[in-house]
């Protein structure tokens, strides 16, 4: 079993940035891919970013490349999600989810724990 909680969202204005981070505990943090996915008001949850068990394999969807960065501190058992020129369509509550695998899968039915989320609002 592993336990997921996510903090750090919050209130930004567009074009703003915001570090939204996952402390995971239970089992061994390296042992799993982890990855961010997010679901806005009466929108259907949409898969974010990837990030394998050591950090050297990283996947975004189109909609955050080039704007969203993820990564992990494997000492720490966090997995963090650097979002820049954030837009009011990023508004959503963000999870994170944990792999039973090395590296992952693009898909959300690959994740078998999700914490609880955490809201970010984009101000426009």
């Known amino acids: 079993q592993v336990q997921l909680v996510e903090s750090g969202g919050g209130l930004v204005q567009a074009g703003g940035s915001l570090r939204v981070s996952c402390a995971a505990s239970?089992?061994?943090?390296?042992?799993?891919?982890m990855a961010w996915s997010r679901q806005a008001p009466g929108k259907e949850r949409e898969f974010v970013a990837r990030?394998?068990?050591?950090?050297?394999?990283?996947y975004y969807a189109d909609s955050v490349k080039g704007r969203f960065t993820i990564s992990r501190d494997n000492a720490k058992n966090t997995v963090y999600l650097q979002m820049n020129s954030l837009k009011a369509e990023d508004t959503a509550v963000y999870y994170c989810?944990?792999?039973?695998?090395?590296?992952?899968?693009?898909?959300?039915?690959?994740?078998?724990?999700w914490g609880q989320g955490t809201q970010v609002t984009v101000s426009s």
């Open positions: 239970g089992r061994t943090f390296s042992n799993y891919a």
């Open positions: 990030i394998s068990w050591s950090g050297g394999t990283t």
């Open positions: 989810g944990a792999a039973r695998s090395l590296y992952g899968i693009n898909r959300l039915d690959g994740y078998v724990y």
